[in-house]
């Protein structure tokens, strides 16, 4: 995606949620974060936590993230609506750590997870994560070469599944 382009997405996506957060009465600034652009593929846009009362923050995290979530999923389709897949930003929602403090939540389960499969030598279920966090979770264990993951089930009991990866696959 051209700079210009990647700059005008930001830009708009930024517009976009502070809009969202005054129509919804929790007036908020948005800061912008582009430097997992080249990494993660994922522009961040972090709400301003110091305009916000505690219920308020609560409000917008919802359960375990699922407010969060659904912003983001709005963000992401709304923003990218009508683009070509080199026009299309993806978008990251940020309020108060809680998307850095999950990610080392979700290291720490995958880990424990192929640590699991390889002592046990049996599959590894792992339950309530979102679509987004499955997705995180199928790429950290990547990095291994001597396990895979699959996703089982449907939605709301959709479940990644951690598993030694047969002698075919290695």
Do not use: F
Not at 22 to 50: F, H, K, Y
Request: with cysteine; hydrophobic share 35%.
């Amino acid at each position: 995606m051209a700079e210009e382009t990647i700059t005008e997405q930001v830009h708009q996506g930024q517009q976009w949620l502070e809009r969202l957060l005054d129509l919804a009465g929790m007036p908020a600034p948005v800061q912008v974060d582009t430097s997992r652009l080249e990494t993660e593929g994922s522009c961040w846009l972090i709400i301003g936590r110091e305009e916000l009362s505690d219920t308020q923050v609560e409000n917008l995290l919802g359960n375990r993230g699922h407010a969060l979530d659904a912003i983001q999923y709005l963000a992401n389709t709304t923003l990218n609506m009508g683009g070509t897949p080199d026009t299309q930003c993806a978008y990251t929602i940020e309020l108060d750590g809680y998307r850095a403090r999950r990610q080392v939540e979700l290291e720490a389960i995958a880990q424990a997870a192929v640590d699991e499969v390889r002592s046990s030598g049996e599959e590894h279920e792992i339950r309530d994560l979102s679509s987004a966090e499955r997705r995180q979770v199928h790429t950290m264990v990547k990095a291994y070469d001597d396990v895979t993951t699959e996703s089982r089930g449907r939605e709301p009991d959709r479940r990644l599944v951690v598993k030694l990866k047969s002698s075919e696959e290695q």
